[in-house]
C-alpha cells in the first residue's frame, strides 16, 4: 500500500530540516522562502519492534518494515490560492498526497526570519488552512456550475453529488475545512475526484529548538491558545527538534541518544511522528515471518483476511481459502510455530475475520 504524506507549512518554520531528518536524505534547507521549488519524496520506515523481535524469532534473512512516504512541499503563502509565492504549483502537489504534516515554529530566534516577523502558532495554522479553504472553495464551486446540467434534467446521482458539494460548500464559506461538513463514507467517495485539501488527515508538528526560547517552556498565552485550538479541533499533534534530529541523522542507538543530550535535546519526536502519520490514516500492520524474510504489511483498520492479503497479492482476495493467525506475542513466548499450535494460540480463520494490529499471518489460497 503506497502511503504519502506532505509536509507544508509557512517558509522557514523547520519543513526541509525535517524531512531531512526523516529521510536522511539531503534537500536545501535554507533561510530564505521558497527554497524548495520541487517537492522531495523520501521512503521513511516505519519503527517497529516487534518486526525485529519476529526477524530474531525466525533467524530470518531479510527483514523488510512497512513504510510511509513522506513528500517536502514548498512553503505557503498568504495569498497562495491566487497564486502568490507559485501557490497553485504548491497547492497542486499537496493534492496528490493522502495526508498533511503541518508544521509549526514554536521557537523564537532572531537569526531565522519568519514570513510575518513574529512566532505566533495559531496565527501561522490560520494562514495555511484559509489558503487550503479557498482553494477548496474554488474547486468545489466550478463543480457545482459543471453538475449543474445533470441536476436541471434529473439525473439522480447528480443531485446526491450536489446536495454533497452543498454541504461542503457551507463550511468553507465560514473558513472552516470540509472535514467540519461531517459527511457519510458514501458523500466523501463522491468527492474523491476532486481532491480537496481540507477533507485529508492534517497532523501538527511543533517545531521547537534546543538552547533556544521555546513556547512549550514559555507557556505563554500563545501557547495556550495553540492547546487550546488543537483540542477544539480534536487534531493530532507532536513536539520535534527538527534541527537537533537533522543534526543526529547519521546516529543511531546508544551514540544517537548521547549526542541528542549533548544538544539539549531529551526526546525523539521522529519516531513518534512517523507512528502518528502512520495512524493518522487508519494503517495498522500485519506480519510474515519465516526463515527467507520477516515483513510487516500495511493496511487499512478492520480488514477482513481476504482484503489484507491483497497488501501481498491482489489474487490473494480471490483465491483466499483460509488463513492461519497467532498475536506477535503469543507466538514468541510459545517459542515456535508446533508449540503454538500445541496450545491452541495458532488459530485457521475464515473469509469473514478481521485482522488485528500486530496478527502474524500465513495465507493458505
Known amino acids: 500500500m503506497q502511503i504519502s504524506i506532505g509536509i507544508v507549512g509557512l517558509p522557514n518554520v523547520g519543513k526541509s530540516t525535517l524531512f531531512n531528518a526523516l529521510t ?55 495569498g497562495a490560492s491566487e497564486g502568490e509565492g507559485l501557490g497553485n504549483k504548491f497547492l497542486s502537489h499537496i493534492r496528490e498526497v493522502d495526508a498533511i504534516c503541518e508544521v509549526v515554529r514554536i521557537f523564537e530566534d532572531s537569526n531565522v526570519i519568519h514570513v510575518d516577523g513574529k512566532i505566533d502558532p495559531v496565527s501561522d495554522i490560520g494562514v495555511i488552512n484559509l489558503e487550503l479553504v479557498l482553494a477548496d472553495h474554488e474547486t468545489v464551486s466550478k463543480r457545482l456550475g459543471t453538475i449543474e446540467k445533470d441536476v436541471k434534467r434529473g ?87 527538527a534541527g ?26 521522529i519516531n513518534t511522528l512517523i507512528k502518528k502519520g502512520y495512524d493518522l490514516l487508519g494503517l495498522e500492520t500485519f506480519f510474515t515471518t519465516g526463515e527467507v524474510e520477516t515483513r510487516a504489511w500495511t493496511i487499512a483498520k478492520n480488514s477482513t483476511a481476504p482484503i489484507a492479503g491483497t497488501a501481498i497479492h491482489n489474487d490473494f482476495k480471490d483465491k483466499f481459502i483460509r488463513a492461519e ?18 496450545k491452541g494460540w495458532l488459530r485457521t480463520e475464515g473469509k469473514e475475520y478481521v485482522v488485528h494490529d500486530g496478527d502474524v499471518m500465513e495465507f493458505r489460497v
Open 155 to 241: 439525473d439522480k446521482e447528480a443531485i446526491k453529488v450536489k446536495e454533497t458539494l452543498d454541504k461542503v460548500v457551507k463550511v468553507l464559506e465560514k473558513g472552516q475545512l470540509a472535514t467540519d461538513a461531517e459527511l457519510t463514507d458514501e458523500e466523501r467517495f463522491s468527492l474523491k475526484s476532486l481532491a480537496l485539501l481540507t477533507l485529508k488527515p492534517i497532523m501538527y508538528v511543533l517545531n521547537k529548538k534546543a538552547g533556544g526560547t521555546n513556547l512549550d517552556e514559555l507557556k505563554d498565552s500563545r501557547w495556550n491558545a495553540l492547546m487550546d485550538f488543537l483540542k477544539t479541533s480534536k487534531a493530532g499533534y507532536c513536539i520535534v527538534d
Open 24 to 78: 536522511k536524505k539531503s534537500v536545501p534547507a535554507e533561510n530564505y522562502p521558497f527554497c524548495t521549488i520541487d517537492p522531495s519524496v523520501g521512503v521513511v520506515p516505519v519503527p517497529d519492534t516487534r518486526l525485529y523481535q519476529l526477524a530474531a524469532f525466525s533467524k530470518t534473512q531479510k527483514t523488510v518494515p512497512a513504510i510511509v512516504e513522506f513528500v517536502d512541499i514548498a512553503g505557503l503563502v498568504k
Open 325 to 342: 493467525v497467532i498475536e506477535w506475542n503469543k507466538l514468541l513466548e510459545a517459542g515456535s510455530f508446533g508449540s503454538a499450535r500445541e
Open 244 to 269: 537537533v534530529e537533522h543534526e543526529l541523522k547519521d546516529f543511531e542507538g546508544e551514540e544517537k541518544e548521547m549526542f541528542r543530550s549533548e544538544l539539549g535535546s531529551n526526546d525523539d519526536g
